[in-house]
């Protein structure tokens, strides 16, 4: 039996064609477009490189999306509408915003008009973490980044 094997011209052809459409591909996945997220104040911080580097690629059931490059040591998103995680914001002082302790992680919590801005208290650097209203109860999300923002370093201050 033998193996039906394509003219010289015909293989290719269909090498080409094969090339074009994984080049093809690789530029959709490239083209999607970035998540516009700019570096927090303090980002060049090196907990927040390690914080970064413990960030999950999936969060709420979403993939991470690219970031402009001169946020990616310090941010990352999921998702569109975009959930987005910055580290190097500046600790919230005390306030009589809310506060929501979960797995040992102080948030304070703002609610704005299309979600909630999470930001860590008794941490510096803090983490802010912006959820859209699109994927229900924030605190679902910032409890799957519970490990990585224990990992910034401690103030004293907790909401109790």
């Given at each position: 039996?033998?193996?039906?094997?394509?003219?010289?011209?015909?293989?290719?052809?269909?090498?080409?064609?094969?090339?074009?459409?994984?080049?093809?591909?690789?530029?959709?996945?490239?083209?999607?477009?970035?998540?516009?997220?700019?570096?927090?104040?303090?980002?060049?911080?090196?907990?927040?490189?390690?914080?970064?580097?413990?960030?999950?690629?999936?969060?709420?059931?979403?993939?991470?999306?690219?970031?402009?490059?001169?946020?990616?040591?310090?941010?990352?998103?999921?998702?569109?509408?975009?959930?987005?995680?910055?580290?190097?914001?500046?600790?919230?002082?005390?306030?009589?915003?809310?506060?929501?302790?979960?797995?040992?992680?102080?948030?304070?919590?703002?609610?704005?008009?299309?979600?909630?801005?999470?930001?860590?208290?008794?941490?510096s650097?803090?983490?802010?973490?912006?959820?859209?209203?699109?994927?229900?109860?924030?605190?679902?999300?910032?409890?799957?980044?519970?490990?990585?923002a224990?990992?910034?370093?401690?103030?004293?201050?907790?909401?109790?």
């Amino acid at each position: 039996m033998s193996a039906h094997r394509c003219p010289l011209p015909a293989r290719r052809l269909l090498r080409a064609v094969t090339a074009g459409a994984l080049v093809g591909a690789a530029l959709t996945a490239c083209s999607r477009g970035e998540i516009a997220v700019a570096p927090a104040p303090m980002a060049a911080d090196p907990a927040c490189a390690r914080v970064v580097e413990g960030l999950p690629e999936d969060l709420a059931g979403v993939i991470r999306q690219p970031i402009p490059a001169e946020a990616e040591g310090s941010a990352a998103a999921w998702g569109n509408p975009a959930i987005v995680a910055r580290c190097g914001v500046n600790p919230p002082p005390p306030s009589t915003d809310a506060c929501l302790a979960v797995d040992d992680v102080d948030w304070v919590v703002q609610e704005l008009s299309d979600g909630a801005a999470f930001t860590t208290y008794g941490r510096s650097p803090a983490l802010e973490v912006l959820v859209p209203a699109t994927y229900g109860q924030g605190a679902s999300v910032v409890a799957q980044l519970g490990d990585v923002a224990r990992e910034l370093p401690s103030t004293g201050r907790s909401c109790s």
